[in-house]
């Protein structure tokens, strides 16, 4: 009796044991090539050798050809470019499948795409979330007067989206694209606004900068 209890609490634990070993090279290996970009596209076959591709701290990128430039249980860049790469960043679940971000930051930095997936507990096959599901988990619109201080602010119905972009750590943040932008002209970004994830969810937070840190 006691074996057949452990035996269904075995059975009842498979979903979860079947996504904390996910990867991002398992995402990389279940969606489409498309997802993955640059200036250049990847196909089907330049993914599947990825997928055979390890580090090599010796490498260096120059358009050439697609490789591994950096790799961590979380995360996977795959670059081709000295000045732009696709990076897969991965967020675990409490309870249910992971979450996996992809970024293509092009022309160093000056252009970045963001998109997420829910990747199913039972299949582990990835759906693209869409705005409703970003907001249920916590990633809410920011707009450029979220990084201003009122007396910098836009008039109602001028100030633009925001979007966001990942740091080292996986970390969300909210980057304005103000070079050459007359309507930044005269404005100085006084906030720090970040999403963070806590196992559920993504917590928003918005820090003043010091004045020294401020830029435009």
């Given at each position: 009796m006691r074996r057949f209890i452990v035996l269904i609490g075995s059975l009842f634990s498979l979903p979860l044991m079947a996504t904390a070993d996910y990867s991002p090279r398992d995402f990389?290996?279940?969606?489409?090539a498309d997802t993955f970009y640059t200036e250049d596209e990847i196909s089907e076959d330049e993914k599947r050798q990825l997928l055979h591709t390890h580090v090599d701290p010796q490498r260096t990128f120059t358009c050439e050809a697609w490789g591994i430039a950096h790799e961590s249980p979380t995360s996977l860049t795959l670059?081709?470019?000295?000045?732009?790469?696709v990076r897969i960043q991965l967020y675990r679940e409490a309870s249910g499948g992971p979450i996996v971000a992809v970024e293509s930051n092009r022309s160093s930095g000056r252009s970045v795409d963001l998109q997420f997936f829910k990747v199913s507990e039972t299949n582990r096959a990835p759906s693209?979330?869409?705005?409703?599901?970003?907001?249920?988990?916590?990633?809410t619109d920011v707009t450029e007067n979220d990084l201003l201080d009122e007396k910098d602010a836009f008039p109602p119905g001028e100030a633009e989206r925001v979007h966001l972009s990942m740091d080292e750590s996986g970390r969300l943040q909210a980057t304005v694209r103000s070079w050459n932008d007359p309507r930044w002209e005269r404005?100085?970004?006084?906030f720090d606004l970040t999403f963070e994830w806590?196992?559920?969810?993504?917590h928003?937070?918005?820090v003043r900068?010091?004045?020294?840190?401020?830029?435009?």
């Open positions: 990389l290996a279940a969606a489409p670059q081709t470019c000295p000045d732009s790469f693209k979330i869409n705005d409703d599901g970003l907001k249920a988990l916590g990633l404005k100085t970004v006084a806590n196992g559920s969810r993504f928003r937070s918005r900068l010091p004045s020294i840190l401020r830029h435009l």
